[in-house]
T-cell receptor, first 115, second 112 residues
């Protein structure tokens, strides 16, 4: 079974803090994704990575950066957290990409509150 | 934008009823993949099905079934004899290369 883990289920941070959200997958998947989910707005892609050290912006990259130094780990970084970044953050991975979109498997999510 | 529409925001049924969740998608691709996911109250998105656009046969898995109609660009999901544990938000998505284009989700409430 594919397992995607996220470093925290719940996180509370202060405005202006630097925040790291970690995601690890154990199935040697090529692709990893970060989404945020907000009521009424559905799932929105922040960034994705199709290889180590490679990244692509998604629909809402502003205010975020990512790091993928190892294949199994994909980090989402909030350089200076703001209250409008309070949200549920979901990490996913998929084996391969390209035209044959592969299944994305999700972690349990991190509910981040920025005060 | 080539979007995915789940017109039903919320559906509420009594346990043991059958329920169908609608999904309509837009695409200019001849080959594509369609997906359904379940998000229970715990929050984790659970993969249910991935279908190739060339395979128009209906799929059945236990109480779950999917009806793919390429002519109407629809990929509907039916739960037969619903149970309280089916209560969740269900998302339909269409593949676009690496990414998924998501519907807004349908909240399904199964009352005992």
């Amino acid at each position: 079974d594919v397992k995607v883990t996220q470093s925290s289920r719940y996180l509370v941070k202060r405005t202006g803090e630097k925040v790291f959200l970690e995601c690890v997958q154990d199935m040697d998947h090529e692709n990893m994704f970060w989404y945020r989910q907000d009521p009424g707005l559905g799932l929105r892609l922040i960034y994705f990575s199709y290889d180590v050290k490679m990244k692509e912006k998604g629909d809402i990259p502003e205010g975020y950066s990512v790091s993928r130094e190892k294949k199994e780990r994909f980090s989402l970084i909030l350089e200076s957290a703001s209250t409008n970044q309070t949200s549920m953050y979901l990490c996913a991975s998929s084996l391969y990409g390209g035209r044959d979109t592969d299944t994305q498997y999700f972690g349990p999510g991190t509910r981040l509150t920025v005060l | 934008a080539q979007k995915v529409t789940q017109a039903q925001t919320e559906i509420s049924v009594v346990e043991k009823e059958d329920v169908t969740l609608d999904c309509v998608y837009e695409t200019r691709d001849t080959t594509y993949y369609l997906f359904w996911y379940k998000q229970p109250p715990s929050g984790e998105l659970v993969f249910l099905i991935r279908r190739n656009s060339f395979d128009e046969q209906n799929e059945i898995s236990g109480r779950y079934s999917w009806n793919f109609q390429k002519s109407t660009s629809s990929f509907n999901f039916t739960i037969t004899a619903s149970q309280v544990v089916d209560s969740a938000v269900y998302f339909c998505a269409r593949g676009s290369n690496y990414q998924l284009i998501w519907g807004a989700g349908t909240k399904l409430i199964i009352k005992p």
